[in-house]
């Protein structure tokens, strides 16, 4: 059943460009992609419920024909009715589900797939546009949201066109209570609505307090290490303490809201039925209605409760849905930095000098260059030597002779590669974390292993190049990652390469022989590599050394010394 829920999606390729413009155009738009499954639900939702409004009508007719003297054929036959509607409405409730859970599996694997195609597009700009919380609590409670609103779509369409058919049946039997009916369930329904707003405004603040505890955590996590090397794990726990309190007060205010509508659709629907009931009873005395007029009207009422119960679900769910989604467009509006430019210049083949004229940062084609900067200036150097965007007036880097701002994205993408501490390893395979989809030399594994000296890393895994690695690389320490984050740089053999401190968390045997080896690898291609290592510098063809000043972007260029 799952290969045909997701079929229609097929590759994220093939999904088209989501509304962003609002949370219900984002709602319609996946609703408008792939309608088969909403409508099937909708269908099956309604035979479902039918049946279900039905059936107390059936019966009172089968009551009334037990007590008259025509015989017992009418008693048989309306019984019969009545098993029929039952089997429908099995059959019917069994492909309900089938079609419900194929409409919240297409919400949820598209959502997936536009909001995984966002990020890959926003790439490092994302970080400095959104929380990683916020990112993350989109990527699991947003989307399960947006998935729940449609599995309940179908359900609420049938108890609605049930609700309908028995107010008319009613009316036609007895037009007092058919008014009455008409007149109390949609009161009952609107009952619930002044709830809404309250709840979607709770829904909200404990969404945003869930993704500021979701990024503490990982900030937390990430840094774990260093927060007991320094004595700061304590203080870090308190103020996580302090903020999971806060999303727990925020979630227990949704919570009394959410009781508080839930209540409502018990006690409102409740009073409908009571005063139809006592209604009923009423004109059964005065001989308005028989006896078996009288439990078809109960038993019709005692069902109005579902329908309202079910709107009220409905109600609830899309106000969840609605807050999701308003998420998700937030994200979906985020804009990379890099804009592709009209008339994108060609980079020259082979290997790519590296060129800032603000900086006096200068790097031969094919060269191996050390660039010494102070610990924090490196980020932000890495930054404006490869990032387009992180130039906040004239762009003063060029790749070959090429502005970076004038470069096509894709090009440049494919031939720069920057690679730092900020870089993790994915779940899965060591081989597939390193080669990714694409096609590598014979060897070329093994070379870039081995220049990284990360041999001994893969040969210490059970099961080698196919074993299993968890996100982040959990099991392996700080200085097995860094070796294999840099053996998966050096595989993909960019014609310009920029390293940030890639032997930091490696001690000095080790670095020596990772100096030497990527040396040897990438003669002929550009690497630039920002350290204060001195076995990096004594390696390289070229050093430049940065002073504290001037800060990126300004136009003094004294600051770069080379030797």
Same mark, same amino acid.
Request: charged share 20%.
């Given at each position: 059943m799952s290969n045909r829920l997701f079929d229609a999606s097929v590759a994220p390729a093939s999904v088209p460009e989501a509304e962003a413009s609002g949370p219900w155009a984002y709602l319609w738009w996946l609703a408008r992609i792939r309608p088969r499954p909403l409508l099937l639900a909708a269908l099956l939702g309604v035979l479902w419920m039918v049946p279900l409004a039905l059936i107390p009508l059936v019966l009172g007719r089968a009551i009334d024909e037990a007590g008259a003297a025509t015989g017992q054929a009418g008693l048989y036959l309306w019984s019969l009715a009545a098993l029929g509607l039952g089997l429908l409405q099995a059959v019917a409730g069994a492909g309900l589900i089938q079609a419900a859970v194929g409409a919240e599996a297409h919400a949820l694997s598209v959502t997936h797939r536009v909001l995984v195609r966002q990020v890959v597009r926003l790439g490092a700009t994302l970080r400095g546009k959104a929380?990683? +919380?916020?990112?993350?609590?989109?990527?699991?409670?947003?989307?399960?949201?947006?998935?729940?609103?449609?599995?309940?779509?179908?359900?609420t369409i049938g108890a609605v066109v049930a609700a309908v058919l028995v107010a008319v049946a009613l009316t036609l039997t007895s037009p007092v209570l058919g008014l009455a009916v008409l007149i109390g369930v949609p009161a009952?329904?609107?009952?619930?609505?002044? *709830?809404?707003?309250?709840?979607?405004?709770?829904?909200?603040?404990?969404?945003?307090? %869930?993704?500021?505890?979701?990024?503490?955590?990982?900030?937390?996590?990430?840094? *774990?290490?260093?927060?007991?090397?320094?004595?700061g794990e304590a203080r870090f726990a308190e103020r996580?303490?302090?903020?999971?309190?806060?999303?727990?007060?925020?979630?227990?205010?949704?919570?009394? %809201?959410?009781?508080?509508?839930?209540?409502?659709?018990?006690?409102?629907?409740?009073?409908?039925?009571?005063?139809?009931?006592?209604? +009923?009873?009423?004109?059964?005395?005065?001989?308005?209605?028989t006896a078996g007029e009288l439990v078809a009207f109960y038993g019709a009422s005692a069902f109005l409760t579902l329908p309202v119960s079910t709107a009220t679900e409905a109600a609830e769910?899309?106000?969840?849905?609605?807050?999701?989604? +308003?998420?998700?467009?937030?994200?979906?509006?985020?804009?990379?930095?890099?804009?592709?430019?009209?008339?994108?210049?060609?980079l020259p083949a082979g290997a790519l000098a590296l060129a800032d004229a603000d900086t006096g940062v200068q790097a031969a084609a094919g060269r191996l260059t050390v660039i010494t900067a102070p610990a924090d200036r490196v980020g932000d150097l890495a930054d404006r030597l490869s990032r387009p965007g992180a130039h906040p007036g004239p762009c003063a880097v060029r790749i070959g002779g090429v502005p970076l701002d004038r470069a096509d994205p894709d090009e440049l993408s494919a031939r720069l590669l920057r690679s730092g501490p900020a870089d993790i390893l994915f779940s899965g395979t060591v081989r597939e974390e390193l080669t990714g989809a694409s096609a590598r030399p014979p060897g070329a594994l093994d070379r870039a292993l081995s220049a990284a000296d990360a041999t001994d890393v893969v040969e210490a895994l059970p099961g080698g190049l196919d074993a299993w690695l968890d996100e982040g690389g959990r099991a392996l320490s700080g200085g097995q990652r860094q070796r294999l984050v840099l053996a998966r740089a050096l595989l993909a053999a960019p014609d310009l390469l920029i390293l940030e401190d890639p032997t930091a968390s490696v001690d000095a045997h080790t670095e020596a022989r990772i100096v030497e080896r990527v040396a040897a690898l990438r003669a002929g291609r550009t690497t630039v590599v920002l350290t204060d290592s001195p076995l990096w510098r004594a390696a390289a063809d070229h050093v430049v050394r940065l002073d504290a000043e001037p800060a990126p972007g300004a136009t003094d260029r004294s600051a770069g010394v080379p030797s």
């Amino acid at each position: 059943m799952s290969n045909r829920l997701f079929d229609a999606s097929v590759a994220p390729a093939s999904v088209p460009e989501a509304e962003a413009s609002g949370p219900w155009a984002y709602l319609w738009w996946l609703a408008r992609i792939r309608p088969r499954p909403l409508l099937l639900a909708a269908l099956l939702g309604v035979l479902w419920m039918v049946p279900l409004a039905l059936i107390p009508l059936v019966l009172g007719r089968a009551i009334d024909e037990a007590g008259a003297a025509t015989g017992q054929a009418g008693l048989y036959l309306w019984s019969l009715a009545a098993l029929g509607l039952g089997l429908l409405q099995a059959v019917a409730g069994a492909g309900l589900i089938q079609a419900a859970v194929g409409a919240e599996a297409h919400a949820l694997s598209v959502t997936h797939r536009v909001l995984v195609r966002q990020v890959v597009r926003l790439g490092a700009t994302l970080r400095g546009k959104a929380r990683s +919380g916020d990112v993350a609590a989109s990527a699991s409670a947003d989307v399960d949201s947006i998935g729940n609103a449609f599995e309940v779509v179908g359900r609420t369409i049938g108890a609605v066109v049930a609700a309908v058919l028995v107010a008319v049946a009613l009316t036609l039997t007895s037009p007092v209570l058919g008014l009455a009916v008409l007149i109390g369930v949609p009161a009952a329904v609107l009952g619930i609505g002044p *709830l809404l707003r309250p709840l979607q405004e709770r829904d909200e603040a404990q969404r945003e307090q %869930m993704g500021i505890a979701t990024s503490q955590a990982g900030d937390i996590v990430a840094g *774990l290490r260093i927060l007991r090397g320094i004595g700061g794990e304590a203080r870090f726990a308190e103020r996580f303490r302090r903020t999971s309190q806060q999303v727990r007060r925020a979630g227990e205010s949704a919570g009394r %809201m959410e009781a508080w509508l839930q209540a409502a659709g018990v006690f409102l629907p409740g009073l409908v039925t009571v005063g139809i009931v006592w209604l +009923g009873a009423r004109l059964a005395l005065n001989g308005t209605i028989t006896a078996g007029e009288l439990v078809a009207f109960y038993g019709a009422s005692a069902f109005l409760t579902l329908p309202v119960s079910t709107a009220t679900e409905a109600a609830e769910t899309l106000s969840l849905a609605k807050v999701a989604a +308003g998420r998700v467009c937030t994200l979906l509006r985020l804009t990379p930095e890099t804009v592709r430019p009209e008339d994108p210049a060609p980079l020259p083949a082979g290997a790519l000098a590296l060129a800032d004229a603000d900086t006096g940062v200068q790097a031969a084609a094919g060269r191996l260059t050390v660039i010494t900067a102070p610990a924090d200036r490196v980020g932000d150097l890495a930054d404006r030597l490869s990032r387009p965007g992180a130039h906040p007036g004239p762009c003063a880097v060029r790749i070959g002779g090429v502005p970076l701002d004038r470069a096509d994205p894709d090009e440049l993408s494919a031939r720069l590669l920057r690679s730092g501490p900020a870089d993790i390893l994915f779940s899965g395979t060591v081989r597939e974390e390193l080669t990714g989809a694409s096609a590598r030399p014979p060897g070329a594994l093994d070379r870039a292993l081995s220049a990284a000296d990360a041999t001994d890393v893969v040969e210490a895994l059970p099961g080698g190049l196919d074993a299993w690695l968890d996100e982040g690389g959990r099991a392996l320490s700080g200085g097995q990652r860094q070796r294999l984050v840099l053996a998966r740089a050096l595989l993909a053999a960019p014609d310009l390469l920029i390293l940030e401190d890639p032997t930091a968390s490696v001690d000095a045997h080790t670095e020596a022989r990772i100096v030497e080896r990527v040396a040897a690898l990438r003669a002929g291609r550009t690497t630039v590599v920002l350290t204060d290592s001195p076995l990096w510098r004594a390696a390289a063809d070229h050093v430049v050394r940065l002073d504290a000043e001037p800060a990126p972007g300004a136009t003094d260029r004294s600051a770069g010394v080379p030797s």
